[in-house]
């Protein structure tokens, strides 16, 4: 009776050239073994299979019945195994109609969405990209479950099933609309102050980092409007004296399509970080490594 449950892999292979080659020491020389390994992984593999498996007639080897018939099976096995199990179907961004999930803010889908998908066009004709809502309480078990593929964000992780990659830093500025009075006030810091205020935001809290970095320095703001939206916010400040705040890239991202000026925030905000994250399970994965490369470009260029 076979005992195959210790039989190694590397024996297996070593088995299906004994079998081609009819001669151990070819066998050995294919497989990078010395004559005394071969000896003894064939002495192992016939006690395995409870058969001789091989047998010398004069100066060459014979197979055995068995052997016989085990050899197209486990050529076939063999193959099989390195075609569908070590070796990953190849990625192809050309021709792959592959569907891609990014949860992210919609700030960022502002600008990341037209000069991304633009980009993808031309390369990617076929690949599909989906932008979903960033879940900001549980943006790793969105990565974690599969719902996401990437998850672009300000918020920081160290969740161990995350890999994470820097994307940008920025910067806040300002924008009041074309022709406002603070554009002309001799005093920026408290015509900034004076004048009202919009939010982009979710929640009730009518605070900002705006807020606080005043505070430091003994002022404070009137947050007049509030928007759930960063894209609504443009609306507001043309037709309106009210002033908003965002990162400097959202601004140049609209600047052009709004009558608005942009203009040095008048007091001290800390910059931040842009990162994206992924599924650890996904590092090897040759179509999330290809989307993540191009959002690297993307986010570089713009």
């Known amino acids: 009776m076979s005992n195959i449950s210790d039989v190694e892999?590397?024996?297996?292979?070593?088995?299906?050239?004994?079998?081609?080659?009819?001669?151990?020491?070819?066998?050995?020389?294919?497989?990078?073994?010395?004559?005394?390994?071969?000896?003894?992984?064939?002495?192992?593999?016939?006690?395995?299979?409870?058969?001789?498996?091989v047998i010398r007639q004069g100066n060459q080897l014979v197979l055995t019945p068995r052997a016989e018939a085990l050899k197209p099976q486990l050529a076939r096995w063999l193959n099989d195994f390195e075609k569908h199990i070590l070796h990953q179907e190849q990625f192809d961004s050309a021709t792959s109609s592959r569907v891609f999930y990014i949860a992210t803010s919609d700030l960022v889908e502002q600008m990341l969405a037209g000069p991304l998908l633009t980009h993808l066009g031309r390369i990617a004709p076929n690949v599909r990209v989906?932008?979903?809502?960033?879940?900001?309480?549980?943006?790793?078990?969105?990565?974690?479950?599969?719902?996401?593929?990437?998850?672009?964000?300000?918020?920081?992780?160290?969740?161990?099933?995350?890999?994470?990659?820097?994307?940008?830093?920025?910067?806040?500025?300002?924008?009041?609309?074309?022709?406002?009075?603070?554009?002309?006030?001799?005093?920026?810091?408290?015509?900034?102050?004076?004048?009202?205020?919009?939010?982009?935001?979710?929640?009730?809290?009518?605070?900002?980092?705006?807020?606080?970095?005043?505070?430091?320095?003994?002022?404070?703001?009137?947050v007049q409007y509030k928007v759930a939206n960063f894209s609504s916010a443009p609306y507001i400040v043309e037709d309106s004296d009210a002033i908003f705040t965002a990162p400097r890239k959202f601004i140049h991202a609209i600047a052009t399509r709004f009558n608005v000026t942009e203009i040095t925030t008048p007091c001290a905000i800390s910059g931040y970080a842009m990162k994206i994250y992924w599924n650890i399970r996904n590092k090897d994965d040759q179509a999330i490594n290809w989307l993540r490369a191009q959002i690297v470009e993307v986010t570089k260029a713009h």
């Open 130 to 222: 989906v932008f979903t809502k960033l879940d900001k309480r549980g943006f790793a078990s969105q990565i974690e479950s599969g719902e996401v593929d990437f998850s672009i964000s300000v918020m920081e992780s160290n969740h161990p099933s995350l890999m994470v990659k820097t994307l940008y830093r920025d910067e806040f500025v300002s924008i009041v609309r074309h022709g406002h009075p603070l554009l002309q006030s001799s005093d920026k810091v408290q015509a900034f102050c004076n004048f009202p205020h919009v939010l982009a935001g979710t929640g009730k809290d009518t605070r900002g980092m705006v807020d606080d970095a005043l505070a430091e320095v003994g002022l404070s703001r009137t």
């Open 9 to 53: 892999l590397n024996q297996l292979r070593l088995l299906q050239i004994i079998f081609e080659t009819k001669n151990l020491t070819r066998a050995g020389e294919r497989a990078g073994l010395t004559q005394s390994a071969v000896s003894h992984a064939l002495k192992k593999l016939r006690h395995s299979f409870n058969d001789s498996l």
